[in-house]
DNA sequence: CGATATTAGTTGACGGCGCAATGACCTCGG
DNA sequence: CCGAGGTCATTGCGCCGTCAACTAATATCG
């Protein structure tokens, strides 16, 4: 299957290559995986619901135009519109109508949301330094963000 | 919100590493989601189906238990069941009963599975390549894998 | 100004996936 | 040899997410 002869022939992945590949597909899975759990178990949400919150409360007055959080999380605006309705039947959040553009609508966090927000990340956190942050040297943590940056632009820009 | 006084304090990120996991979180889900798209695109496949080719492709046989197949793509017996079953009516896969355990199937890769997977895979490989390999010094790989083998480790073990 | 294209958000249909329950089978200690 | 407990694969159920279609409002351009 294997043939470097031709013009347009495949450009096979080398070992240390692949092995770079399924480490970070395999690793990154059981971590998402891993905070899913962790997330659900300790405060019955779910890592989107969690970063919602986390957005709502990072934005000017706690509120955000749905499209605004779809491209923050990096999800569609369907996806959205459903994770804010079920962020907003369990108290978290408010869809606050948008003065300037009568088509927009914001998402607002309550003081209930700022309080689950409150409740959970100290937990979550303390899983995203187990898991990830205490197994990397400094190097390793700088080099971690500067690879994220490049694949992001690549694909940005594609 | 923050506060290092107390015992039970939580220990927030700081700015360089909460760049560092945000980075990964964001850039990784880019990277599946633009892959899942190109084989979606190409071949009509997903992330799922075409592991689960790659790995039957590489068992002794082509064949492997659906425990086997589920420990290496890191997902449910449940999931690769139903997997297993689409794959079975593309005609990519068939069911094979157990010998020696009369519990248990084997998934064996067909012929139509076998050039399934050789017409999808130089696509899918030049696309890693370039959104993820071709972004990375020959230094950063190594320390990909290794870090994506600390993280692993650190999971599985817990 | 008015027609057309574009954008915001929602919804219905649909698919994938995990959990828990199930039935068949294996294993091992007494 | 038998029964308790574990394992294998499957399935029903429900959740979550995307796509495509739709409505309403805005932007653009002759």
Redesign the pocket.
Known sequence: MRDESGSGETDWLSGTEQAAWRALLDSTRMLFAALD?QLAADSDL?L?DYDILVRLSEAPNNRL???ELADLTL????????????AEQAGWVR?VE?EE?????NAELTEAGRAKLAASAPGHVRAVREMLIEQLTAEQLGQLTEIGRRVQDKITLK
Chains 1, 2 share one sequence.
């Open positions: 759990r779910t989107t135009r749905m499209r999800s569609t605006r369907s996806g959205v519109t459903r994770a804010v309705t079920r869809r948008c553009d009568r088509r927009g609508m």
